[in-house]
């Protein structure tokens, strides 16, 4: 019987792991059980880094440039 190594994703309700998709499991099957941090906010720390970058590109006496600044509108963006 050749022996089959397989990674699962599951997570933790509180009270019993559940498998992200189904999978028939013998009994007393043999498993492995590593916990992963928490997923951070993906985005957040996107936004995060590329302001970090890029308030080291500009200089402490950098002019601030506003919107009659552009040439040419982004119609897509809105400001936050």
Do not use: C, H
Not at 43 to 62: D, P, V
């Amino acid at each position: 019987m050749q022996t089959v190594t397989l990674t699962l994703t599951a997570r933790f309700d509180g009270q019993q792991i559940l498998l992200d998709e189904p999978y028939q499991l013998e009994a007393n099957t043999p498993l492995m059980v590593i916990i992963l941090p928490k997923p951070v906010d993906e985005r957040a720390a996107w936004q995060q880094f590329a302001g970090q970058n890029l308030a080291r590109a500009y200089e402490a006496e950098e002019a601030e440039y506003t919107a009659a600044d552009l040439q040419e509108p982004n119609p897509g963006y809105r400001a936050s």
